[in-house]
């Protein structure tokens, strides 16, 4: 098959990559998907760099074998611990993260010089995202916060509520207190998990406070570099979706439609041993 | 070595298979033990069933390689799939799970013979402790409740306090009501992080409910099959502790507190790759 034709892969620990993949549908409706959940081993963000680093070579090199023209890690923990790992084994195909992308979008947005980065332990461990806010502007404040709780909560559907609200503002109040009459103005929701929490987050900050996702900005990044690498496809008719897990999908086809958008069959999602 | 003077392994998906570790130490004090926990796999209370089989294969087969008279499979989960394939594939060393010891408990604690059991998604589908509390008394009527929540509450140490109480109230309250006059006097915890949360879920249901948890019943039926098979340990001084696990000690010391009672350092912990 021709480079340009091939699928793009895409991969996450399990399901919440899935938001990337919307935003990546939406702006690159006539290109190919692969998404590989790891959801046997998922979630990767209470475990180990080591650990972390070896299960993203895995999951890249199963897509990698498939065929695909490019590889977006669409988990904030593998792209915090793994991507310039993966761009130096697979040299030959564009490989890129969603921290960079993330980042980019929250120094576009803060006006207070003040963001906030809720992630996973493992990414708030790595100091990812405070690194990339400080390659493009040294003189932003970033107030980070691991949210252990927010995938499990998302993962057990309870997106709204007062539970949502209590862990919610368990994390974030404390951060929201202004230091020397500067207040954070943007947060960074740094685990593809944490949108489907958007509405309870929002509820919680206030309408002064913008939330900023790596999806968006990862689509656009990720078009960018198949214009320049030639390998945008021609083609007219709508993209092909391929689902791949690690475990039963009975539970990845449930979860799906909270990031997706919309109803995922088991029968849709072929099981991979890594 | 003479097999009487080996130790005991003991498995679970993490570490709260210590809290049986623990009771067995205070029931065994002058037995070894091996304690295996497959962090970087956890939870497997999410999984399909045959990805727990698999897991717990190898876990079972990494401990029996380094030598072990007895197994204990010190995870709700792995004992509900895995335990009677276990059983089969080594014939050769007494295998139990904490399942019918947690079961047996229950059903000498109850007096209303109306039973909670609370334990994770993948341990209430497969119906493991309503089996085997209707294999000693069928005239119990269990009302099982899977709980996903409990498990990353107790790794984050929300063991109390508003948020720990809220989720407690979601997932019991609805099981209080009575049900024509009768109402439950006791809760299985059936899944080994939940002890954790025992003061929270006791406070929220009152003291004339009683909670049960497979620790301590389990510890006396590893202490009567030894005896029947003649494998104590004839030692008079304290039995020996080692630590294994599959991701980074770190977090798992870190925890570990929580559930045996004391402080562990990483240093104590052996990475093994299963």
Known sequence: ????????????????????????SETLPHESFFYLGDTARLPYGIKGADTIIRYAHQAAHALINK???????????????????LQISFPDIPIIGVIEPGAKAACHTTKSKEVIVLAT?????????????????????????????????????????????????????????AQQGIRPDCIVLGCTHFPALLGTIQSVVGTD???????????????????????????????RYQFFATDVPERFAKTASYFLGHALSA????????
């Open 121 to 177: 332990e493992a990414t708030i461990n790595n100091a990812a995202y405070t690194d990339a806010i400080h390659k493009i502007n040294p003189e932003i404040r970033v107030l980070s916060k691991a949210c252990s709780m927010f995938v499990p909560l998302a993962e057990e559907g309870w997106l709204t509520g007062h539970i949502a609200e209590a862990i919610t503002r368990e994390y974030i109040e404390p951060l929201l207190i």
């Open 267 to 274: 029968s849709q999602i072929e099981i991979v041993d890594l």
């Open 209 to 239: 406070i913008t939330l900023v996702d790596s999806a968006e900005t990862t689509a656009h990044e990720v078009k960018r570099i198949l214009v320049a690498k030639q390998l945008l496809n021609d083609a007219t008719t709508p993209g």
């Open 67 to 85: 065929g695909i023209k490019m590889l977006v890690i669409a988990c904030n923990t593998a792209s915090a611990y793994a991507l310039a790992d």
């Open 1 to 24: 098959m021709q480079s340009h034709k091939l699928p793009i892969g895409v991969f996450d620990s399990g399901i919440g990559g899935l938001t990337v993949l919307k935003a990546l």
